[in-house]
């Protein structure tokens, strides 16, 4: 599929989720996607969350922040987790409970602000992908403070951030959706100098979501670990990259939507590919709203990383960071 093919998908049928308002004063770009049953805006679950997972005992409370239309409250809900998820959006929210409605998910839902939203109860797991840098500094800073109070004993808090730089600027669409550009670099991760953090990943990653064209983010990702608790321990693995150095014109050729085996023909093996496959329905990729079984494969060229979804191109990232593997051992 090419890039042009993606964005014709997302015809304008917003219509399609019937009457969810706009969210007030807000027109984001993914407003559009959560309004079109007929598009994943974000694409399917995190791999960081989907190897967080079995961290998690069964029936685990998770409370996901700023979950848009619900990739990855959606995967662990269908682990059978017992899912809040609560987002500004009423669109987004309203895509979460029909697409959970269609699976036969459980997840509680929530329309709320994270400027006054705090989290109470305890929690076994809390995310927020992509959505503390949507607050200014001192929020973040206090909903966090929050976040980690409310987080039981062994349990875990992941974050995703972007941190736009002069080399890597927020594009337009950050722009317009009000990023505030408030988290400096380690910044999130001092908060969590108490706590045992077993991700902190840093790279710039290539995508695209319907509607938009492709566009970079400078990534901070972190999954810290609360102490206490008898959950099973981290241990971490240093992805084999290589040393191979990819050229920069060949890695920005590479298009969203190629096939993998064009991918092999134009960039030969990668040093290693790392496979998770998340069996059952899960939010797919672009045209596709849900797929039956989403694997992901992270093509490793080196700290040059192509993200392949079911047998195609979604993403690309260059690393700043050793790539790493969590993997959990029975204490
Ligand atoms: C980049 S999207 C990420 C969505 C989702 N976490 C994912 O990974 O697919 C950012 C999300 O944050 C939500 N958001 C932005 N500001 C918010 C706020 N003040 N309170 C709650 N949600 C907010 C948006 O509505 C949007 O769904």
Redesign the pocket.
Known sequence: MSQADIHDSHSDSAAATGSAPE?PGRP?F?EKG?GDMSVS???GP?HDIVELASALPPRARVL??????G??AFFLAGRGHRVKA????AK?IRKVERLAARAGFEIETEV????D?RPTGSWDAILA???ID??ENPVWRELVGEIRAHTAPGGWNAY?CMLFTEAYPAPPEFLK?EFKHSIAPFELAGVYGDWEIVRHDRYVKWDQHPGIPIHCHPVDKLTARRPGGDGPAPRIEMVPIGDRVMPRDQFDGIDMGMDAAELLARCGEPAVIDRTTMDGVQLGVGPNTTVDGYHLSLWYYGSSVIYVVNDRVWGRALYNSVPIRVHFDER
Do not use: K, Q
């Not at 996901?64 to 239309?69: H, K, Q, R, T, V």
């Not at 609560?86 to 959006?89: L, T």
């Open positions: 969210t984001p993914w959560y805006t974000m694409g995190n996901d922040l700023g979950c848009g239309e990739r990855n609560v987002d500004i959006s987004g709320a602000d994270l400027n939203f992908h992509g959505v949507y607050l995703t959706a």
